[in-house]
């Protein structure tokens, strides 16, 4: 199998989760363990502002990327298309990205130590996308909040208009108005 492919195995598929869980464990030892004490507030606080970051990163790659641009607009559809298939981002891509466009910036602007938080932040939210986007479409469950997920990400996926972009969280879909005309019940956000 290719590095780049996009329908995975059920194998990579799962290697897929196992290596961010992994990076998670890692950063957040790494951080518990060297960090320096003094900067532990910072970091905490850094660690929340990567989780929240995700969510808008989240919301502005789902609707001007893979609903916009070539050739991830085609490779999405492909998930529309056939969204019961294992279709997502090959993991050295979205690694690849996140240690371009979030880890060395932050590095460079904010330092070592609130550069790690930070990442770990968007780690742990792309994550709970990864796990929440598979659990929309394979699981079954009388879970409140993963219903609300569930009608959610269908509206996006059944309507085909440019609505629901959020999958963890419907708050940047309000904020941006792209909810959709009598959403009705899944107007609430998150």
Not at 124 to 149: D, F, P, Q
Not at 157 to 178: E, I, K
Request: net charge positive; hydrophobic share 50%; charged share 15%.
């Amino acid at each position: 199998m290719g590095l780049f492919r996009l329908e995975h195995s059920k194998l990579a598929y799962c290697a897929d989760f196992a290596s961010y869980a992994a990076a998670v464990v890692f950063i957040s030892a790494w951080l518990l363990a060297a960090a320096p004490r003094e900067q532990e507030l910072t970091l905490g606080a850094c660690t929340v502002v990567g989780i929240v970051g995700w969510t808008l990163l989240e919301y502005l790659l789902h609707r001007f990327v893979l609903h916009g641009l070539q050739p991830f607009r085609a490779w999405h559809e492909a998930h529309h298309d056939r969204p019961a298939a294992l279709i997502c981002t090959p993991t050295v891509l979205s690694a690849g990205l996140i240690v371009l466009l979030v880890y060395l910036p932050a590095c460079w602007l904010i330092g070592l130590w609130p550069a790690n938080a930070v990442t770990l932040g968007v780690l742990v939210g792309y994550m709970s996308y990864a796990v929440t986007h598979h659990m929309t479409h394979h699981w079954r469950s009388g879970n409140a909040w993963l219903g609300r997920r569930k009608r959610w990400h269908a509206r996006h996926h059944h309507v085909r208009a440019p609505v629901c972009f959020g999958v963890t969280s419907g708050v940047w879909d309000w904020v941006f108005r792209s909810i959709g005309k009598s959403a009705g019940p899944l107007q609430e956000p998150g």
